[in-house]
Each structure stands twice: as C-alpha cells, then as structure tokens.
T-cell receptor, first 115, second 115 residues
Framework: DAEITQSPRHKITETGRQVTLACHQT?????MFWYRQDLGHGLRLIHY???????NKGEVSDGYSVSRSNTEDLPLTLESAASSQTSVYFC??????????????FGQGTRLTVV | KNQVEQSPQSLIILEGKNCTLQ??????????LRWYKQDTGRGPVSLTI?????NTKSNGRYTATLDADTKQSSLHITASQLSDSASYIC??????????????FGKGTKLSVKP
C-alpha cells in the first residue's frame, strides 16, 4: 500500500544545531507539505512544494528550509535549532495542484525537542 | 483574516451516546471544508470533504453538515465508541484562482469517550 512516512519519530537536539527531518511518500503525489502543531494552535504551514525543484514558504517558514530533488521526498531542515522550534512536525502529500477535492494524507509526525 | 473556530474545546461523553462538534469559519473565497480525526500521537486522517454545494455527508457513524450561508459546519457522531476518543479538526480550504489554496486548520475538539 502507498504511504507517507516520517523519520525520526522522536528527536532531541541542542540549540544551534542543524537538524533535518525526513518525509517520504510512495503515493507519487506532486504536492507535499510540512506543518507544525503546537498546543493552542491549529496546524500551521511551514513550507510546501508542488513538484520537483519547486518550494514555497508557508505561514511560519522562518528558520526552516526544504528542498525537493525527487517526487518522493521533502526533507525539512532547521538551520540552527531554537527552543521555539520544539514542536510536533507533520508532513503531508496530495495528488495535484488543481481541483477542490484534494485528499491530503498525513505522516505520523516527528516530535522534536530543542534543549 | 481567514479563521476557523471550533467548539467545544473538549468534550467527555459516555460510550454509546451521540455528540455534535461545531465549526465556524471566516474563509473567503471558500473552496471546501474537511473534518479530520487525529488520534493521540498520530497524524490527522480525513473523515469527510464537502464543497460549497454539499450540505451533508456521511462516513459511517460520522455525519458532517455544512451551511455555507452562515459559514458553519458540524460533525455528528452517532453511538460513540471508545475508539472515537481523539481530536477532531475542522479544516477549510480557500480557493485561489482554481489552484489549491492553503488549508486553514481549526485548533480541534478533544473528544473523550468513557465506558
């Protein structure tokens, strides 16, 4: 079955370190997204991509970057981790840019703690 | 500002009882509204997606309604089960020129079903 997987599931890192969270999907979806989820907030969009070599900033992109070198993967990099980036991160993918009824599939999440 | 508000914030019900969760939104232009179920420690999973012209949609014991005039939606759960314990997230998609717009997430309603 097609799926979307994130790794690692849990990570603890130190302030100032560079961290990369992996997201891999086998749906062959063009669209991929990274969100963060914090208490008291809905999921907030960090970055998204509509296809290979395409990346776009979301609502809370400062301090994060992504790259899309193939269809399956959209790694999220924290350039210099800060305590404010302690959160649960979700990756999602969906089929195509056009159309109102796009089903978005979410990964199981990565819990990141910055100490 | 595009917003999605959900109520109540949390809800406790007894197994077998029905419940209704509410979602109000101020998103324009409106494309579609989704309800997601998020189990603890997991990513959100889609329950229903409704466009402007649909006012009710069912998925098993879950029935979503949409009133596009008042910009309100509800999710009704019938004959609740312990496995229904989760957060339920209302998500509204804005339609920007026909392409997939941002998904605007509510903060969710945390439902606990007790035996």
């Amino acid at each position: 079955d097609a799926e979307i997987t994130q790794s690692p599931r849990h990570k603890i890192t130190e302030t100032g370190r560079q961290v990369t969270l992996a997201c891999h999907q086998t749906w062959n979806h063009n669209n991929m997204f990274w969100y963060r989820q914090d208490l008291g907030h809905g999921l907030r969009l960090i970055h998204y991509s509509y296809g290979v070599h395409d990346t776009n900033k979301g609502e809370v992109s400062d301090g994060y970057s992504v790259s899309r070198s193939n269809t399956e993967d959209l790694p999220l990099t924290l350039e210099s981790a800060a305590s404010s980036q302690t959160s649960v991160y979700f990756c999602a993918s969906s089929e195509t840019r056009q159309g109102p009824l796009l089903e978005a599939f979410f990964g199981q999440g990565t819990r990141l703690t910055v100490v | 500002k595009n917003q999605v508000e959900q109520s109540p914030q949390s809800l406790i019900i007894l197994e077998g009882k029905n419940c209704t969760l509410q979602c109000n939104y101020t998103v324009s232009p409106f494309s579609n509204l989704r309800w997601y179920k998020q189990d603890t420690g997991r990513g959100p999973v889609s329950l229903t997606i409704m466009t402007f012209s649909e006012n009710t949609k069912s998925n098993g014991r879950y029935t979503a309604t949409l009133d596009a005039d008042t910009k309100q939606s509800s999710l009704h759960i019938t004959a609740s089960q312990l496995s229904d314990s989760a957060s339920y997230i209302c998500v509204v998609s804005a339609n920007y020129g026909g392409s997939q717009g941002n998904l605007i997430f509510g903060k969710g309603t945390k439902l606990s079903v007790k035996p």
